[in-house]
């Protein structure tokens, strides 16, 4: 019987999608589904997470709250009373999930490949974990009977993150086959849970597009190929292609919407922007330089352990033995990270950096809380912060380029329940610079990227609206952000939208007739926050995830 009162929400996300790319491409014709949600509903700038990375960003996404609520601040944990710092999970959220929600009101959802949906949660429908699923043979499918169900169906059903292995432990080209493969069968998953379930809630999220730019943006872009002559002709398309090809999965899922009974409107977002990366910096070897990290007098000689356990890993990769081993539950790679927290002589460091790449921190070594932690918590602890804050911005390129555009206290750029767990100190770097090694004996401070993938996240993602009551060819209205996705989503089922979320709805989005048939509900005080605290221990398939990070360019 169809019920045109119902209410739903069916959301396709496309990590990573930047208007640099899909605009010209538009222009040419070349995405007619993103263009037709364009010429049918409202299309903007997206502001992402401080810093706009996928794991917080998709988590304030899921739960509409800023970090400091969520507890999410990087792929990894900082956990006190330990140097290791496991890969985050959805245990690591601390906020409930807009799925969580919609089904305690009664609500059918669905959520398939939703970074940091795993281990996946009981919801009333159906959950697919995401990006942080170790791989295929985990149990990444709520209700677990599903999994059978869906291979009878649609074949094979892949961990989405298959093709991230494949780039670093065989071949591009069984990374691009496999890659091609997963899109294909996630829009499958998709559609046949949309016929299973009915959903009132249906969120699935392309990541192939944030994986792709990671890998092939350089190729695309004119001044990196002027500077490569011989390295991209073969491969200029990668990019468009894969923008191309979720674009049409994207498209069967809104053509899908349209088949469904009621109020629908279809949704997407991307987790953040996109752009090249023009300086590497070396934050562990800027601290080590400005006396605030101090290696072992036996740290030269350990410098060959590091290189052996780097070359070691490299290998195994290569051979494809890693991943024989890691399926199997081995822990390797943990051997690199361990080779450098055993160079630091902690008992005279007071800051050290992230033991991977990619994140833009300074953590303290703080008595108390770090294991050989010797900065007192109070006066020294704050003259410390301030005077590296200080010094840090002053971080220069070998060609004389700033590194660091800002960097905070961590309760000046976060507030909430799991500031505890937050970094002492986040950077903001200039746009275009990427801290690519945790390694404290690299040559220099910070340098021109000539080789390599230089390509990392813009602030700025995508938001795009279209159905019931949404405005039409109206788009580019700005001031979003991505903490605003989920009260929007909520307020859409028709439900009330919780009192502890940041994010506000997207109300510009929407004809003033249908905001004032829909007022926005508020429930207050129903979800309460708590600090996190830590118990139990560290997983053991966070090398099978360390992989994964490796693949997007977080670690050498
Ligand atoms: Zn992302």
């Given at each position: 019987m169809s019920d045109n009162k119902r209410k739903r929400v069916i959301f396709a996300g496309i990590d990573g999608a930047t208007f640099s790319i899909i605009d010209p491409m538009i222009a040419e014709g070349k995405l007619p589904n993103l263009a037709a949600m364009q010429n049918n509903g409202t299309m903007g700038p997206l502001l992402s997470t401080?810093?706009?990375?996928s794991s917080l960003a998709w988590t304030s996404f899921m739960t509409g709250v800023h970090p400091g609520k969520h507890?999410?601040?990087?792929?990894?944990e900082q956990r006190h009373g330990s140097y290791q710092r496991p890969v985050v999970s959805l245990?690591?959220?601390q906020a409930p999930t807009v799925f969580k929600l919609a089904s305690a009101a009664g609500k059918k959802v669905v959520s398939i490949t939703?970074?940091?949906?795993?281990?996946v949660e009981e919801v009333n429908g159906c959950m697919i974990g995401g990006l942080?699923?170790?791989?295929?043979?985990?149990?990444?499918?709520?209700?677990?009977?599903l999994r059978a169900e869906l291979e009878e169906a649609i074949g094979d059903v892949p961990a989405d993150n298959e093709p991230e292995i494949l780039f670093h432990s065989a071949n591009e080209a069984a990374a691009i086959k496999s890659m091609y493969h997963v899109i294909e069968q996630i829009t499958r998953m998709g559609e046949y849970c949309i016929d299973k379930y009915d959903p009132d809630l249906f969120v699935l999220v392309f990541r192939q597009v944030d994986l792709t730019s990671h890998q092939?943006?350089?190729?695309?872009d004119p001044e990196w190929q002027k500077a490569n002559p011989g390295k991209w002709e073969s491969r200029q398309n990668m990019l468009a292609d894969v923008y191309t090809a979720v674009d049409d999965a994207f498209g069967r899922l809104r053509d899908k919407s349209k088949?469904?009974?009621?109020q629908v409107v279809f949704g997407t977002c991307s987790d953040h922007g996109f752009g090249p990366i023009t300086y590497r910096y070396y934050m562990n070897k800027w601290l080590l330089d400005n006396g605030y990290l101090v290696l072992k007098s036996s740290a030269q000689s350990m410098k060959r352990k590091l290189w052996l356990a780097k070359k070691w890993n490299g290998l195994l990769r290569r051979t494809g033995i890693l991943r024989i081993l890691t399926a199997r539950g081995r822990k390797l790679g943990g051997g690199q990270e361990q080779a450098l927290t055993d160079m630091i002589d902690w008992s005279k460091t007071r800051a050290y950096s992230s033991f991977s790449g990619g994140e833009d921190i300074v953590l303290i070594n703080l008595k108390g809380r770090e294991?050989?932690?010797?900065v007192n918590e109070g006066d020294e602890y704050e003259a410390l912060r301030e005077e590296i804050i200080s010094k840090v911005t002053e971080m220069r390129a070998l060609d004389g380029a700033k590194i660091i555009a800002r960097a905070f206290k961590r309760e000046d750029l976060w507030e909430g329940e799991q500031l505890h767990i937050a970094p002492d100190i986040q950077c903001i770097t200039?746009?275009?610079?990427?801290?690519?090694?945790?390694?404290?004996?690299?040559?220099?401070v910070a340098e021109p990227a000539?080789?390599?993938?230089?390509a990392m996240h813009r602030p700025h993602g995508i938001y795009g609206w279209e159905g019931e009551g949404v405005v039409k060819k109206?788009?580019?209205?700005?001031?979003?952000?991505?903490?605003d996705m989920a009260p929007t989503m909520m307020h859409l089922l028709g439900l009330e939208v919780d009192d502890h979320m940041d994010g506000k709805v997207?109300?510009?989005?929407?004809e003033e007739e249908y905001n004032q048939n829909n007022p926005v509900a508020i429930r207050e005080g129903a979800v309460t926050l708590s600090p996190r605290s830590f118990e139990g221990n560290v997983g053991d398939d966070d090398e099978k995830l360390l992989e994964t990070m490796r693949a997007l360019g977080y670690m050498e």
């Open positions: 401080n810093p706009p990375n507890g999410v601040f990087f792929f990894r245990e690591s959220v939703m970074p940091l949906t795993f281990p942080l699923t170790p791989d295929r043979a985990s149990d990444f499918i709520y209700p677990p009977e092939a943006w350089c190729y695309q088949t469904l009974d009621g294991p050989e932690g010797i200039k746009e275009t610079a990427c801290n690519m090694s945790p390694n404290p004996l690299h040559s220099v000539v080789e390599g993938r230089p109206d788009h580019r209205k700005t001031g979003f952000q991505i903490a997207m109300l510009d989005c929407f």
